[in-house]
């Protein structure tokens, strides 16, 4: 019983850490890829569930606002208008 304590006080910090390490190391290869979220052309504004199976989401796509609503089927476009201008926070370059 001794031996499985000792065991599991050393593993499972272990094992939390290369957890830590994995998602880290797949940070840093996105942020190398161009993946991260600095080339994203894409934002997704806000989002509200309907059901447990719909969801309506507003999507920021090249200076236009999209609202979708996503179900089991698929993806369907409801609306479309020009983007609200986002506000910028006091500090932050322009």
Wanted: aromatic share 4%; with cysteine.
């Amino acid at each position: 019983m001794l031996w499985y304590i000792l065991k599991l006080i050393i593993l499972l910090p272990l094992i939390g850490l290369l957890a830590w390490g994995c998602l880290k190391l797949a940070k840093k290869l996105q942020d190398r890829a161009g993946i991260g979220a600095g080339s994203k052309s894409i934002r997704i504004v806000e989002t509200t569930m309907l059901s447990p199976t719909l969801k309506l989401a507003v999507i920021e796509f090249h200076g236009r606002e999209i609202l979708v609503s996503s179900s089991r089927q698929g993806l369907t476009r409801l609306a479309e208008a020009p983007a609200r201008e986002r506000p910028q926070a006091e500090g932050l370059p322009r």
